[in-house]
């Protein structure tokens, strides 16, 4: 069972383009996180976010987490080649939670 | 700030040897590190929770004697892969928890077996 669900799975945009990426679950997470994977290199946070609505900007790119923190969503304004990579969303369930549940990650393609 | 290494980050093995793979957090203790395997095009998986000074807790699957996890000081953690076979060829990853939920990653490790 995949607690948390990422769609789309595979994305291929122009540069240029705006996308938006889902992270949802019918689960409750105290807290969730966001990374970007490039191939062969370990996956880099990006950005946390621990309140029901709240939302981070980081440059281009807007994080959103539900109001129930039960999803949340990733928004990239005008892509750029070097956005593209593996993004992957990592919840956890409550504040004493060790483990983090991943969910299957978003490969994005920015095409130049 | 929040920087974990891994060594080496290319390996490559004969069947049955074993091989060792080191995970450290540079500029802070970390008294759980995590040890991940991920298959090509795929999410990360889970193999085991490393605590300081304690035995590894691993996921259901993994088999602790064939994926043995010291982590002997706040720095440190070793994974080590025995009597290797090449089903066990993989990029496998550490991460090291710093705040309350969030962890670092190191930057891999790819095994190949021979």
């Known amino acids: 069972t995949q607690l948390l669900e990422q769609s789309p799975q595979f994305l291929s945009i122009q540069e240029g383009e705006n996308l938006t990426v889902y992270c949802n679950s019918s689960?409750?997470?105290?807290?969730l996180q966001w990374y970007r994977q490039e191939p062969g290199e370990g996956p880099v946070l990006l950005v946390t976010v621990v309140t029901g609505g709240e939302v981070k900007k980081l440059k281009r790119l807007t994080f959103q987490f539900g109001d129930a923190r039960k999803d949340s969503s990733l928004h990239i304004t005008a892509a750029q080649p070097g956005d593209t990579g593996l993004y992957l969303c990592a919840g956890a369930r409550d504040q004493g939670a060790q483990k983090l549940v991943f969910g299957q990650g978003t490969r994005l393609t920015i095409n130049p | 700030g929040a920087v974990v290494s891994q060594h080496p980050s290319r390996v490559i093995c004969k069947s049955g040897t074993s091989v060792k793979i080191e995970c450290r957090s540079l500029?802070?203790?970390?008294?759980?590190m995590f040890w991940y395997r991920q298959f090509p095009k795929k999410s990360l998986m889970l193999m085991a929770t490393s605590n300081e000074g304690s035995k590894a807790t691993y996921e259901q699957g993994v088999e602790k004697d064939k994926f043995l996890i010291n982590h002997a000081s706040l720095t440190l953690s070793t994974l080590t892969v025995t009597s290797a076979h090449p089903e066990d060829s993989s990029f496998y990853i550490c991460?090291?928890?710093?705040?309350?939920?969030?962890?670092?990653f190191g930057p891999g490790t790819r095994l190949t077996v021979t």
């Open positions: 991460s090291a928890r710093g705040r309350i939920w969030e962890q670092y």
């Open positions: 689960s409750v997470f105290s807290s």
């Open positions: 500029d802070f203790q970390a008294t759980t």
